[in-house]
């Protein structure tokens, strides 16, 4: 079958991809919406968005979407392998957050739409932001910054774009204002004997790799295990629970 896409060149199909991060809008119902959409895609916490708006506007909590760059290799390809498995995402949304990370936000102009293939967000540590089992003994609240609802399109999952999200996230922690010192996170544990039984009974899908073993070969380290540190219930009324590791990089 033929495309309307126009073959890339040998070069752009050797460059890595590019990921633009923009502010997700709390107060825009297409933006909540389609993080709605996103997090059941993923499978996890769509029902804690509400609660999520306040921490947006807050600063609390600094949720971006992933945007590909217009210059990223196979762009429109990218984009069509996302939207014919998401056919719900595929209207643009538009740039509309007025603040982020608690301060004013100017919206560049001109006004930009976009159609987001994930979205990641990035804060400050604090006892109020993270949970205290998820801590080092070793903590400090200056310098330390939480990553957390890190999602790219299952259309996309192994095309490079989560390295290229990770980059830029890494890049925006260590440079001015922010200046971070330590990234940390957490995953699920790599090792879990009921997997397919748990992923089967819950009607997800088995991830294709574990994200422990993707984060540990960016750099970040065990520092802490925490027993069943997410839970969902089954058809049935079970309770399924997964064990997580934290980790951290410093930088």
């Known amino acids: ?43 996890w916490d769509w029902e804690h968005i509400e609660t999520w708006k306040e921490k947006q506007s807050s600063g609390l909590f600094n949720l971006q979407w992933l945007v590909l760059d217009a210059s990223s290799p196979l762009n429109d390809v990218k ?18 957050a007025l603040s982020f990370g608690g301060k004013p936000r100017s919206i560049p102009e001109p006004q930009k739409s976009f ?21 080092s003994p070793d903590f400090a609240e200056t310098g330390w910054f939480w990553i957390s609802n890190f999602y790219v399109s299952r259309a996309l999952q192994g095309s490079g774009l989560g390295r290229a999200a990770m980059d830029t996230v890494e890049g925006m922690a260590i440079s001015e204002p922010l200046n ?37 070969r960016r750099g970040y380290n065990v520092y802490k295990d925490v027993e069943k540190a997410f839970s969902k219930v089954d058809s049935v009324g079970k309770v399924w629970y997964w064990n997580a590791v ?5 930088i």
């Not at 502010?23 to 389609?34: L, M, N, Q």
């Not at 293939?117 to 089992?133: K, Q």
């Not at 934290?246 to 410093?250: G, M, P, R, Y």
């Open 1 to 43: 079958m033929s495309s309307d896409i126009p073959s890339p060149s040998t070069n752009s199909l050797n460059s890595p991809p590019q990921i633009l991060l923009i502010p997700w809008d709390p107060a825009s119902p297409a933006h909540v919406e389609r993080l709605v959409q996103q997090r059941h895609a993923c499978g």
């Open 79 to 96: 984009l069509l392998s996302h939207t014919s498995k998401y056919p719900e995402e595929a209207t643009p949304i538009t740039d509309s």
């Open 115 to 135: 159609i987001p293939i994930g979205h990641i967000c990035l804060g400050s540590v604090s006892l109020t932001s993270v949970s205290p089992d998820y801590l």
């Open 180 to 216: 971070a010192r330590v990234l940390a996170l957490n995953a699920i544990c790599k090792v879990d004997g009921e997997r397919e039984e748990k992923y089967g009974a819950l009607g997800l899908v088995i991830p294709p790799f574990s994200n422990q073993e993707w984060y540990e």
């Open 246 to 250: 934290c980790l951290k990089k410093e």
